[in-house]
């Protein structure tokens, strides 16, 4: 599937484990209607076992989050990454695309260098 044509939340995910994020075997919890249920699996980066979170950050929305992740592409993946956020879709290469872009639109390229791009 494509990058545009995920939902926030399958980009979130793909974007998460694309750039070290792992979902864990550990539960967590939360407060519901009738006392602490069990949510879901919780995530964690691979380099941090020990930092647990019921999700991985928002890539979607999350410009410093995205920034993170970017910050982890290789230089070929790099000029990718800017490659398609520069592209317009009539065509036209926009240089200040990688400025103007919306952190989906970040997601969505950082999705495209990691599985296009040699590492």
Not at 55 to 61: Q, V, W
Request: hydrophobic share 40%.
């Amino acid at each position: 599937m494509k990058p545009q044509d995920m939902s926030d939340e399958e980009l979130r995910i793909r974007v998460a484990e694309l750039s070290g994020w792992e979902r864990g075997p550990k539960e967590t919890f939360s407060l519901g209607k009738f006392g602490i249920v069990p949510a879901m699996s919780a995530w964690h980066p691979k380099s941090s076992k020990d930092d647990w979170q019921d999700l991985p950050p928002d890539f979607s929305h999350d410009l410093n989050a995205m920034y993170g992740a970017v910050k982890g592409l290789s230089k070929a993946q790099l000029k990718v990454f800017v490659a398609v956020l520069r592209w317009t879709d009539t065509g036209y290469l926009e240089p200040e695309g990688y400025i103007n872009a919306t952190v989906r639109q970040r997601a969505e390229a950082f999705v495209i260098a990691m599985t296009e791009a040699p590492r």
